[in-house]
């Protein structure tokens, strides 16, 4: 204790105080030693004290008077901060429009589904405002206790909305529909296209719909009619045995008696009240209330929803899931139900790489042969004609393996795909199952022998087994 005591003496608090700043300059404590007290330190010697390391910034002044005041000796404690800077904000886009459509039909009361209650496609009028842009902001600069300026840097601005069917005005900032019909905005991609409107039937008094872009129908479309879209097909009346076909989706706002001659074929969802003996195809997955003997492949999934959702008799194929309330009903009608794929793909996509793998080797050859004649001067050889057709022959040739190969690899990546979606591969039922349900999953083979309830079916093994949901 002596020696700290002649230490003190020694040195004045100024020494034996520590006075430390942050790694990052933002904060500067202070730990004071006690003969502060008896040598009389004072607010502007501590002050003094600070600038002399240079802290000039951010000085806590009432920090500095408490802490003599209520004598704080030995504890460490904060008298100067930093101002941090803050970065500006990025430029925003604000959309009036959906950019990512929704599914949320009404389920009513007795368990039926509303498809009345939204629309498929996003319309909108002349001259209405899609979006409009909130330039990026400028940022504050902040300040360590050092008095170094830290710039606070602007936000970034955002690429303008590319597309086609809308304009902009003079400052670029907001984007207005140039016509009436649907729009659509993707990735900084937006397009308004129109829509083609029905207010009636498709009939052979109307004639079929051949149409680029979407199509509304407000009244029924009556059989052996045909409508083909390259996006959206929405009816909002029944559809029977007719021809629908679809680049984007098909909503039926009431459903499809289809009396066995009935097709869709569409490239995405297809949703509908309810489909009976109809013919569909989707490239996504199917929505409905009610099936009955229909035949439907679907690349993703077929889901009846609904408290009464009923699946009865067809064929039904979905590349994940099957789910419903009830499967088959208590006549025991024969429903055929195939999920995931077959168990061939391997030996199919083995093939269709061989295959490739000898096209594109044959399409080299036909390359160097091309390569060669180009260095010759045709015209001007005694054999120039004969050479010509050789020519002609092998661009034939090479235009024609082009394709097969490229038709070929479309056909190894949808197959990967469906591989892909099969996994898990199942059939879900909420309610009942009844015997006359014949299920492969993934090409593992079930009859179900009883009225079962509540079960999963799926693979296991090389086996298709039944699940509990309760479990």
């Keep these: 204790m002596g020696q700290e005591q002649n230490q003190s003496k020694e040195k004045d608090w100024r020494q034996l105080s520590i006075l430390s700043i942050s790694e990052d300059a933002m904060e500067a404590h202070l730990t004071l030693w006690p003969t502060a007290e008896e040598e009389g330190a004072t607010e502007e010697e501590v002050i003094a004290l600070m600038k002399s390391r240079n802290i000039v910034y951010g000085i806590q002044i009432e920090e500095i008077r408490r802490m003599l005041s209520e004598k ?60 409009r842009y909130h330039p990026a902001t400028n940022g504050q600069d902040g300040m360590t206790v050092k008095g170094m300026r830290l710039v606070g840097k602007r936000g970034s601005e955002k690429p303008m909305i590319k597309g086609k069917g809308f304009y902009t005005l003079q400052d670029k900032t907001e984007y207005y529909a140039e016509i009436d019909g649907r729009a659509e905005c993707t990735n900084g991609y937006m397009v308004v296209s129109n829509v083609l409107e029905i207010h009636g039937d498709v009939d052979f008094a109307y004639g079929n719909v051949d149409f680029a872009g979407d199509v509304k129908i407000y009244g029924d479309v009556i059989s052996k009619m045909r409508v083909k879209a390259s996006g959206f097909i929405t009816v909002e009346g029944h559809v029977e045995g007719a021809q629908l076909i679809a680049g984007k989706g098909v ?73 419903a309330a009830n499967i088959g009903n208590i006549s025991f009608t024969t429903t055929q139900l195939f999920v995931g794929t077959s168990g061939k793909e391997n030996t199919i996509l083995q093939n269709l790489g061989d295959k490739i793998e000898e096209d594109t080797k044959e399409l080299n050859k036909i390359e160097e042969k091309l390569k060669l004649l180009s260095g010759v001067d045709i015209a001007n050889v005694p054999n120039g004609p004969k050479l010509m057709e050789v020519k002609k022959e092998l661009l034939r040739d090479k235009i024609r393996l082009s394709s097969e190969i490229n038709d070929k690899e479309n056909q190894r990546k949808e197959l990967s795909l469906r591989k892909t979606r099969a996994v898990g591969a199942r059939v879900v039922v909420h309610k009942q199952v ?18 079962v309830n509540d079960v999963t079916i799926r693979k296991k093994g090389n086996e298709a087994c039944m699940f509990s949901n309760k479990s």
């Design 72 to 131: 704080l000796y030995l504890e460490d404690i904060c008298v100067a901060k930093g101002t941090p800077a803050i970065q500006g904000n990025p430029g925003e886009f604000e959309f009036f429009i959906e950019t990512q459509r929704e599914r949320h039909p009404k389920i009513r009361e007795d368990g039926s589904v509303d498809y009345s209650d939204y629309d498929a496609v996003t319309l909108v009028s002349k001259d209405q405002l899609l979006v």
């Design 434 to 451: 009844y015997p006359g349900t014949q299920v492969m999953v993934n090409g593992a083979y079930m009859k179900v022998p009883d009225i």
């Design 251 to 323: 909503i039926l706002k009431n459903g499809m008696q289809g009396s066995g001659i009935g097709s869709i074929d569409s490239k995405g969802d297809v949703e509908g009240k309810f489909f009976e003996q109809a013919n569909i195809r989707s490239g996504g997955s199917l929505y409905a209330n009610a099936i009955l003997n229909c035949k439907i492949e679907a690349a993703e999934n077929v889901v009846l929803e609904g408290f009464l959702a009923a699946l009865v008799g067809g064929r039904i194929h979905a590349g994940t899931c099957i789910e």
